[in-house]
């Protein structure tokens, strides 16, 4: 596995190095600012690898919990006494929920979390519930 993941990095970055480094010049300040668009370009490159190895890890760890709809709660965890869902497994790998945007409410924007953060136009008065804008 370590050596199939560092000859795909290889892979990843040896093509375009072997073309973009024959006769380049690396000395001093120029030659700097190119050694540092080179780590730049191949930290890209390798996080690529890599996340495409964790996202196809996560994805063969996500297709063993799978929800069982009658009882609410995740198959494989559920033999662990974790009835719930998402179970921790699948809420470590997804990340916390995403907030529920916050609505206008209307009246002062000093007292809607819509419009917290914002510069409504003097008076200062939220633009409500049916707004678009968020
Ligand atoms: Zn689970
Ligand atoms: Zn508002």
Same mark, same amino acid.
């Given at each position: 596995? $370590?050596?199939e993941?560092?000859q795909r990095?290889?892979d990843?970055?040896?093509? $375009?190095?072997?073309?973009?480094?024959?006769?380049a010049e690396?000395?001093?300040a120029?030659?700097?600012?190119?050694i @540092?668009?080179?780590?730049?370009?191949?930290?890209?490159?390798? $996080?690529?690898?890599?996340?495409?190895?964790?996202?196809?890890?996560?994805?063969?760890?996500?297709s063993l919990?799978?929800? #069982? %709809?009658?009882?609410?709660?995740?198959?494989?965890?559920?033999?662990?006494?974790?009835i $719930?869902?998402?179970?921790?497994?699948?809420?470590?790998?997804?990340?916390? %929920?995403?907030?529920?945007?916050? #609505?206008?409410?209307? @009246?002062?924007?000093?007292d809607?979390p819509a419009c917290?953060?914002t510069?409504?136009?003097?008076?200062?008065?939220?633009?409500?519930?049916d707004?678009?804008?968020a």
């Amino acid at each position: 596995m $370590t050596d199939e993941l560092r000859q795909r990095i290889a892979d990843a970055i040896r093509p $375009t190095m072997l073309m973009g480094l024959q006769d380049a010049e690396l000395f001093d300040a120029p030659g700097a600012e190119r050694i @540092g668009e080179w780590v730049d370009w191949i930290s890209n490159k390798v $996080t690529e690898v890599l996340q495409s190895d964790l996202d196809q890890l996560r994805g063969r760890i996500h297709s063993l919990h799978k929800y #069982v %709809p009658d009882a609410d709660y995740c198959d494989l965890c559920s033999n662990h006494g974790d009835i $719930t869902w998402p179970c921790a497994t699948v809420r470590a790998l997804d990340g916390p %929920p995403e907030p529920a945007p916050a #609505v206008h409410v209307g @009246g002062n924007a000093e007292d809607c979390p819509a419009c917290d953060g914002t510069n409504p136009p003097y008076l200062f008065i939220c633009p409500g519930p049916d707004s678009e804008e968020a």
